[in-house]
């Protein structure tokens, strides 16, 4: 089967053809039909040798949907045929955390050579990819392939970052959102179908300023000189409740803790490498909190999957064919992608 294979650290991940892999025991064989690009994905790719616990050679792709195509012996709980979307944090399944299924914060995550499919497991950019259990999978019911595989990373970790903030977020509150892309825009929406605050939204493009309009912000801005200014009066002068930093830039983080209310919270979900002091006297607010949501459990996949299927929430994709995945690869490093790019086996 085809599949994009990363097999040397630093090098560009190749197209190779590779055997297709026959499930054994509580194994799931997904055939499948779309796999979202992340910028993980990069991280991954530019990695240096040593940096990443992963063994190589593996198959890329970590935000994957398509059909159950085979079961193992001892598989349960899936039929094959069935539309299944993946839940991508593969933890040690042993910890108090996978037990519970957050495997994203899995106790034992720095003793794991692997961190899910396409995370020094083989992932989804391929043919079929073969989960370990159905444990990590969700039912996808009837929506499209192509909108459902960016639920199980950009839209779980967008969700998973508003279920945090939520005691911030009550009636005629306001929630800053930096960055519309791939996840921000998806937050946008999960704020106005979940919450009751006012979204404001802030990007350097005005074509993601035109994505969080149509993803229902309130208002949206550019980020210039004079946005915490901006910020602060279209939310009604006390400053922001909550501000999720899909960035993480030491730009967006400043934004971030300048526009804050003081009791409000931030959190950064961007890896743009920004730091924050945090020191007692100082110039953060207090009562200022700061959360690093990682990704999310697998009991919020199954709500974000159904918060879809209501139509609240609408994925805004760019596909290409996975023959195209080196031209994709190369947009989203240029941030020339609308929304989230999904490639899909060709
Ligand atoms: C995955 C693996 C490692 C770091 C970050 C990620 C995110 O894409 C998960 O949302
Ligand atoms: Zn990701
Ligand atoms: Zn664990």
């Not at 040397?8 to 979202?36: C, I, M």
């Not at 994957?64 to 399944?93: F, I, K, N």
């Not at 499919?117 to 159905?134: H, T």
């Not at 639920?151 to 509150?173: C, I, K, N, Q």
Request: net charge neutral.
């Amino acid at each position: 089967m085809r599949a994009l294979r990363l097999t040397a650290w630093g090098e560009p991940p190749e197209q190779a053809d590779v055997e297709r892999p026959v499930p054994r025991g509580a194994q799931v064989l997904v055939r499948v039909e779309a796999t979202g690009l992340c910028h993980s994905d990069l991280h991954v790719i530019d990695a240096a040798p040593g940096a990443l616990p992963y063994r190589l050679p593996f198959t890329l792709g970590h935000e994957v949907a398509g059909r159950a195509a085979a079961l193992g012996p001892d598989a349960d709980g899936v039929a094959v045929g069935e539309p299944v979307v993946l839940y991508g944090p593969w933890g040690c399944g042993a910890c108090g955390r996978c037990a519970v299924g957050w495997d994203n914060y899995c106790d034992r995550r720095d003793t794991l050579r692997w961190h899910g499919a396409g995370l020094g497991r083989d992932g989804g950019m391929a043919e079929y990819v073969l989960v370990p259990s159905a444990r990590h999978l969700a039912p996808a019911g009837d929506l499209t392939a192509e909108q459902t595989a960016p639920l199980s990373d950009a839209g779980l970790t967008s969700y998973h970052a508003v279920a945090g903030l939520r005691p911030a977020l009550g009636e005629g509150a306001t929630a800053v959102v930096i960055g519309i892309g791939g996840l921000g825009h998806l937050a946008v929406q999960i704020l106005r179908a979940t919450t009751a605050c006012r979204v404001l939204a802030v990007d350097v493009r005005e074509d993601a300023l035109a994505l969080a309009d149509r993803s229902g912000a309130d208002f949206g801005t550019l980020m210039r000189a004079d946005t915490a200014g901006v910020l602060r009066t279209r939310g009604g002068g006390a400053g922001a409740d909550a501000v999720l930093d899909f960035v993480g830039t030491p730009e967006t983080l400043e934004l971030a803790t300048g526009i804050l209310r003081p009791g409000g919270e931030v959190a950064v979900v961007g890896s743009g490498g920004g730091r924050l002091t945090v020191s007692k006297p100082g110039v953060l607010p207090p009562g200022f909190r700061l959360s690093l949501p990682f990704w999310g459990p697998r009991p919020q996949l199954a709500e974000v999957v159904a918060l879809a299927r209501s139509g609240a929430l609408r994925v805004e994709t760019e596909r290409f064919p996975l023959s195209a995945a080196p031209e994709a690869i190369e947009r989203l490093r240029r941030g020339r992608v609308r929304g989230r790019a999904v490639l899909v086996p060709d």
